[in-house]
């Protein structure tokens, strides 16, 4: 009958692991949908992406470069400068269209209407050539979840493990 207790912590132990698994590197759930974006010419030159829904969208650059709020400018559909904020953990995408090539979130900015939005990236000197995608901020809190949920049960599964194990060997020392 104890033995079923070393089965538990085993299994709390494995769902662990995979639950902390998504922490590295944290994947957005569900997938993102990339919004359409034109470079005419180069993702070096100045491009625009079409927002459908007022709110904050996520600006990705293929491979894995730094977060840099320095690195994209956007104008709203009436000229003006939108803000420019850097990510604020680092959320890799594979994208299945694609072949699962990887984006990293670099970027943020807060679209107040839909429309139109200028779109211009610096590439970035360590990853020349880099492709840029722009999707509504992406919910990650999922994979946060799972990450927290998993790191509770790896501490649970090692607690019922060392404390089975120190019940096993009391019960084998008393006569």
Known sequence: MRKIWYVMALVLLVAGLLGLSQLSPLTPRPEPEALEVR????SAGPGTV???HAGEHAIWASGDPARDADRCAVTA????????????RRVVWAVRAEDDAAYTWIASFEA??????????TPDPEAPGAAYHVTERPAVGPALGLGVAGGAAVVA???LGFTTFVRRRRAVARP
């Open 50 to 52: 079409a927002v459908r």
């Open 157 to 159: 599964a090692v607690v």
């Open 77 to 88: 559909p009436s000229g003006q400068a939108v803000p420019v904020s850097a990510a604020s």
């Open 112 to 121: 107040a209407q839909t429309g139109s939005y200028g779109l211009r990236c």
């Open 39 to 42: 470079f005419p010419g180069s």
